[in-house]
């Protein structure tokens, strides 16, 4: 098997079993099936929570730009008046003259369960009937980016959950791997990247965070750091309430290509050397960015402490090559690759990416890549 491939691409969606066919009456399509969680199955298979955007054929229509929603009775769909918005993102639209700034999406995400063989190489099956939906109206307008650390038996999964109310992290939890119940909201602020620790730390949960706000203080002139969005950390008695460390975490050094955002990518894994987390750097170029995953090692015993900060060479980036065959699909304008997933493959870590926002990427990485 090739050490890099797409295991996973939106043709291979079958929209006809999206849960969105319940209720909304409108066509679709998938923008993008990309940034799987991954994790390994009693049966030894992998799993792959692949995150599906469905976005309307006809977002405009009669003036309008159409967004859908998730209600108790059914997906409706929402009208906003294009006098009324900025479309310069293809993902998103923006209120005009709104402050803060407003968003809507174009597209409504849910999760779908893809399980793969053992070493990543070929799709075992699709499990449409384990398919993960919104279920509240702190979610009405999708949910993101699992991500899946095994822990103490069980499977903790925390994904973004968005809608007008807020956007926050939510957890679920699974006792097979595959069958995952809801468990409600577990950082009320905004922050995307939630990973959990595939083990604990001092008889604790631990977490990497990553909470966003409008306003960031520069640093001291002489200081090493950049400033700005970073991964914080997080420690709790159950996973579901959380305390910040006070300590900082993983920051933006100056120098470096990371120069507009960073955050969690994997839950990070226990190696002798100590947490071995990856997470993705972001390059400010034109409205999106240059997605790049970097990686850390952390104290196995206090993971604040940062023994290793790789964040000038990235460890994975995004590659042409792999989406040359769906290229017609691509509409980011900036390369982007966005790790969400790893799992022990031996001699290797199996590593899962969203690439393009478009399909998933599986990249196997040598564990001595890290001695």
């Not at 079958?14 to 991954?38: C, E, K, M, Q, Y």
């Not at 293809?90 to 209120?95: D, E, K, Q, V």
Request: net charge negative; charged share 25%; proline share 8%.
């Amino acid at each position: 098997m090739p050490d890099d491939r797409l295991i996973f691409t939106p043709d291979q969606v079958d929209l006809a079993r999206s849960p969105l066919r319940r209720s909304l009456r409108a066509d679709t399509f998938v923008l993008g099936a990309f940034n799987p969680g991954l994790t390994r199955l009693p049966n030894g298979n992998l799993l792959a929570m692949v995150r599906v955007a469905e976005a309307l054929c006809d977002p405009v229509a009669d003036g309008h730009v159409r967004a859908i929603r998730w209600t108790a009775q059914g997906y409706v769909l929402d009208r906003f008046p294009l006098d009324d918005v900025e479309m310069s993102d293809p993902r998103a639209f923006t209120l005009r003259g709104s402050s803060p700034p407003r968003a809507g999406l174009t597209s409504l995400s849910w999760l779908l369960p893809v399980e793969v063989t053992r070493d990543g190489g070929e799709i075992v099956q699709v499990h449409y009937d384990k398919a993960i939906e919104p279920s509240a109206s702190f979610m009405a307008y999708g949910i993101e980016d699992a991500r899946i650390s095994l822990i103490g038996g069980a499977w903790h999964m925390t994904v973004c959950a968005v809608s007008h109310e807020r956007q926050c992290t939510a957890l679920y939890r699974s006792v097979n791997g595959l069958d995952y119940r809801l468990e409600g909201i577990v950082l009320d602020h905004q922050n995307k990247d939630m990973c959990l620790f595939e083990g604990k730390v001092g008889g604790k949960f631990m977490a990497l965070t990553r909470p966003l706000g409008e306003g960031y203080f520069a640093p001291p002139p002489d200081s090493e750091w950049l400033g700005g969005p970073a991964i914080h950390l997080a420690q709790s008695p159950d996973a579901l309430h959380w305390k910040p460390l006070d300590a900082p975490g993983i920051r933006a050094r100056k120098g470096t290509s990371i120069t507009q955002r960073m955050g969690g990518g994997t839950p990070p894994v226990l190696t002798p050397r100590g947490w071995l987390a990856l997470y993705h750097g972001v390059e400010r170029r034109e409205r999106v960015g240059v997605y790049r995953t970097f990686w850390a090692l952390l104290d196995r015993d206090d993971p604040s402490r940062i023994l290793h900060l790789a964040d000038h060479a990235p460890l994975i980036e995004a590659d042409a090559a792999l989406t040359a065959p769906i290229a017609d699909r691509l509409y980011l304008p900036t390369p982007v690759v966005f790790t969400t997933g790893i799992a022990d493959g031996g001699d290797c870590w199996i590593v899962a990416s969203g690439e393009a926002d478009l399909a998933c990427r599986i990249t196997l990485l040598p564990k001595s890549r890290f001695d």
